[in-house]
């Protein structure tokens, strides 16, 4: 059984617009909790009935590729570097480790930076300035965007089938895993820059050590 003030507030029309505004804006303010949005109404859903997953997903999926498709337009049309956001910051950073590999791996950029904020950002732009055709772009990115959405729904899912009977319950559990797995995949990706990071510095000494010994054997 549902919260009626709940159920009235999340079976309004204006839902499902709000929830494909809110996952657009996510492509560029990584502050919106679109993934925690759509685990809760995935979590509520299963516990009470709504929202309509049949709904919840396409919209969602069709706000993440419009907030893609919007990035790709700017990197295409605008490019890297006008803005200071495109050069400063963890976007900057992004988009500066991304460019040499847009053109090789598009596929698994468009489809692994989803669920990496600043990464999302930063692939849609490049992928866009490097002038992927949109034929190629487009498919990886709808994919992406019903993937993502079927994962953060079905995270949701999950407690609110377990936990029927407490929907609230339900939608903070969902709520604080979709937080903790977007905190643990910052994490992973931050350790794995760390250790390439670590790993070149390394053999860079190592290649400036060789270089010397040669030339004072010389």
Known sequence: MGVPWLDELIGSWWLYPAVYALVVADAFLVVV??????????????????????????????????????????????????????????????????????????????????????????????????????????????????AWALYQVGIGTVFGTVLRDHPVIAVLCSIAVAMALGFAVDRIVAAVRARRRAIAQHRAGFDIVQSTTFKEER
């Open 33 to 146: 909790p679109s993934e925690v949005a759509v685990a809760a109404l995935g979590a509520y859903s299963a516990a009470v009935g709504t929202p309509s997953l049949w709904l919840l997903v396409p919209v969602a999926a069709l706000g993440a590729l419009t907030g893609d498709l919007a990035c790709y337009a700017i990197g295409r049309w605008v490019g890297l570097d006008r803005w200071r956001w495109q050069r400063e910051g963890r976007t900057g950073a992004a988009i500066a480790r991304v460019r040499e590999l847009v053109l090789r791996t598009p596929a698994v950029l468009v489809f692994t930076a989803r669920y990496i904020p600043f990464a999302r950002i930063a692939v849609n732009l490049s992928v866009g300035a490097a002038r992927l055709p949109l034929a190629r772009y487009l498919p990886l990115a709808g994919a992406a965007g019903l």
